[in-house]
């Protein structure tokens, strides 16, 4: 099998790079949710990279068969001022058309405000592009430990041979003038020193802004800047942040599966997948216990009430004066 010839990533090259992390992270978004009962028109994946993408699409018959379409709004606007007709243009479909919204197609969109995934994967990969051009400066400076200052030629000449020997593993080499040992010789200053500071925070940076984005999309990313362990109770303390958008994103597709079945007689449902689910499974977990625990909390208070009530009766004296306490309050 031929190997693929690979080439050095170029940092400069800043839409590749961005097209680059915004590709990755859409290789985790796009198994978010699980399709189930869809036509064999409908991909799922095709579905959500319409809603993930572009924010919103239809769904509607062209010669017999289920599609969903991307156009865009335009024409007269309802009561809300959004437009009631979605304009399509389908080179391959041989389709163009205007549709109008709950009539002959179904509008759905990716989220309440329509916007999809884009603007989230652009603001973080911009930063993620611009930190990785830094780190990787930094990374290539480290290699200049020290620069050589040189008084002449012949110094330089010396020099660059004492690096050679170096390089090719030899111990010693022989000192040609007594320039080296004099302050206008050559000399070494020191330069990397500073970098090792900033590789630290640029990675830290980079992990900052790694797991803002993990957070956006409903993936806990560790995001805590402290250098020592974190416990669980710290680890866990941005899982309530994880829950609207995934929230949103899903209550918006249950409402377009819902429409779909009501205009063409589907049965198209929706629900999260992967890791999102098991994150809402521990979630629902978390909750069931804690009501739990408030149920047995109450059922032993009531019970410490009805023993304490009850040893109060066993004791001789303690209901007569109940009871006379009760009429003299009553007189």
């Not at 022989?174 to 004099?182: G, H, K, N, Q, V």
């Not at 009501?291 to 009850?310: G, L």
Request: proline share 3%; aromatic share 8%.
């Amino acid at each position: 099998m031929d190997r693929i010839g690979f080439k050095p990533y170029d940092f400069k090259n800043k839409e590749r790079a961005l097209n680059n992390i915004c590709d990755e992270m859409l290789k985790r978004t796009l198994n978010m949710f699980e399709w189930e009962g869809l036509p064999e028109s409908i991909p799922a994946r095709e579905l959500e990279l319409l809603l993930q993408l572009r924010g919103s699409c239809i769904v509607a018959h062209h010669e017999g068969k289920l599609y969903a379409l991307m156009g865009n709004l335009s024409g007269e606007c309802d009561a809300y001022y959004i437009p009631r007709f979605y304009i399509v243009a389908n080179p391959w479909l041989k389709l163009s058309k205007t549709f109008e919204r709950g009539v002959d197609c179904v509008f759905g969109v990716n989220d309440s405000l329509w916007t999809g995934l884009t603007s989230i994967l652009e603001r973080y990969g911009t930063e993620c592009v611009e930190a990785d051009i830094s780190l990787h400066i930094c990374n290539i400076m480290e290699r200049l430990s020290a620069i050589i200052r040189c008084g002449s030629d012949s110094e330089k000449a010396s020099a660059e041979a004492l690096l050679q020997r170096i390089e090719r593993g030899e111990l010693a080499s022989a000192i040609s003038s007594e320039s080296f040992l004099l302050s206008e010789g050559i000399q070494t200053l020191p330069f990397a020193d500073h970098e090792r500071n900033t590789i630290t925070q640029l990675i830290e940076y980079r992990q900052y802004l790694k797991a803002g984005l993990f957070n956006e999309l409903g993936l806990n990313g560790n995001y805590n800047m402290k250098r020592e362990a974190i416990n669980s109770q710290e680890a866990q303390l941005n899982d309530d942040a994880l829950i609207p958008l995934p929230a949103d994103m899903l209550k918006c597709r249950e409402k377009f599966a819902e429409d779909i079945n009501n205009m063409f007689g589907t049965d198209i449902s929706v629900k999260l997948s992967g890791v999102w689910a098991q994150h809402e499974q521990e979630i629902d977990t978390e909750i069931a216990q804690l009501e739990n625990i408030e149920e047995v909390a109450e059922n032993e208070e009531e019970n410490t009430d009805d023993t304490r009530d009850n040893a109060e009766r066993d004791i001789p004296g303690v209901s007569e004066s109940r009871r006379d306490d009760t009429v003299d309050a009553s007189e």
